[in-house]
């Protein structure tokens, strides 16, 4: 693939996603000129109302949908990688379901237990939850077959979804709501303050892969090669998967659960600017972003003034191209 077409790509998919951004920032129940959007954003409004909307209403969802997007894209990017599965991503191996589970047991603790601070402690339930749920699926797949691995992934959400489903039950009727809120995908949480922590745990996860990102291109071409050329291979391989499953604890942090974006972001970019891993990783993280901004932009829009859950829209978007790589890959 040329270089001008891998720039020319990478600069286009940069530009659709700030059209994208200003797009989300403009339009809602309060609509506002481009014009006026972009004064804002640079701070030359005076237009108290103006940035009223898009500092405090609408900036904390876009900052969601970019923290949620890089984050699954990326992760989902190391996961098919390592698995050498292009089917992958860690919605479908279960990493979302117990992240979510490991929240949705600290919401029904919360509501035991009303001292406890959930904004506190759930990135580490969700870590715990993931990191759990990936050792179970590693332990179904010891031989790495791909089929084995992905129906291992599907199995074990199909459980954990069947626990989330028993707790929701056994909860009143506030927790419940607040639960199905969570499962169903929404930027739950768009505090200033939450949203900056995140975002800061996102840039070092993202700065940490980038570093690594040579030695990840190497795992393409299979553990023995990786090996021969110097690589500490089990080191790495255990890096990059904290790596991924971190990435995914974020994501469904700020977003519950959002899924089938990690699958498709690689593939598209993969297709859009090659294989090569110094940019096949930005214009994943590019895409992802693009995707969830799409999707905030859609649910918040498509039928005012009630807003729809980002998740579900997310999978309304993603899940024809899912099908159509399901039947095109043996």
């Known amino acids: 693939m040329s270089k001008r077409r891998i720039i020319g790509c990478l600069l286009g998919c940069g530009l659709l996603l700030l059209l994208l951004c200003v797009a989300l920032l403009s339009l809602g129940e309060i609509r506002l000129g481009f014009g006026a959007t972009l004064r804002s954003m640079f701070g030359r409004s005076t237009d108290q109302l103006t940035n009223l909307v898009i500092w405090d209403i609408r900036m904390p969802y876009l900052g969601a949908a970019l923290i949620t997007g890089s984050c699954l894209a990326v992760s989902g990017l190391i996961l098919q990688i390592l698995t050498g599965n292009p089917l992958v991503d860690s919605s479908i191996l279960g990493v979302n379901a117990g992240a979510s589970l490991g929240a949705v047991i600290l919401i029904g603790l919360a509501s035991r237990f009303k001292g406890l601070n959930i904004d506190q402690w759930l990135p580490l339930a969700a870590l715990i939850g993931a990191v759990l749920s990936f050792i179970v699926v590693s332990a179904i797949s010891r031989n790495g077959a791909k089929m084995k691995i992905l129906l291992g992934g599907v199995a074990l959400t199909a459980l954990l979804n069947g626990i989330i489903l028993m707790i929701e039950l056994s909860l009143n009727k506030f927790d419940f709501d607040k639960i ?18 995140y975002g800061v745990l996102t840039l070092m996860l993202l700065l940490v892969t980038v570093t690594v990102h040579s030695e990840l291109a190497t795992f393409v071409l299979g553990e023995p090669m990786a090996q021969s050329i110097g690589v500490n291979v089990k080191f790495m391989r255990y ?76 999978g309304v978007i993603t899940m024809p191209y899912f099908l159509y790589l399901l039947f095109k890959t043996n």
């Open 180 to 197: 199905l809120v969570w499962l169903s995908g929404s930027f739950w949480n768009t505090d200033r303050k939450f949203l900056l922590i």
């Open 239 to 314: 890096l990059l998967m904290s790596l991924a499953v971190a990435l995914a604890a974020v994501a469904v942090s700020v977003g519950g659960a959002i899924s089938i974006v990690g699958l498709m972001a690689p593939r598209i970019a993969k297709r859009l600017v090659g294989s090569q891993m110094r940019v096949l990783l930005p214009a994943s993280c590019v895409i992802g972003c693009i995707i969830m901004v799409l999707a905030t932009l859609v649910a918040n829009n498509l039928f005012l003034p009630s807003v729809l859950p980002v998740g579900l829209v997310t």
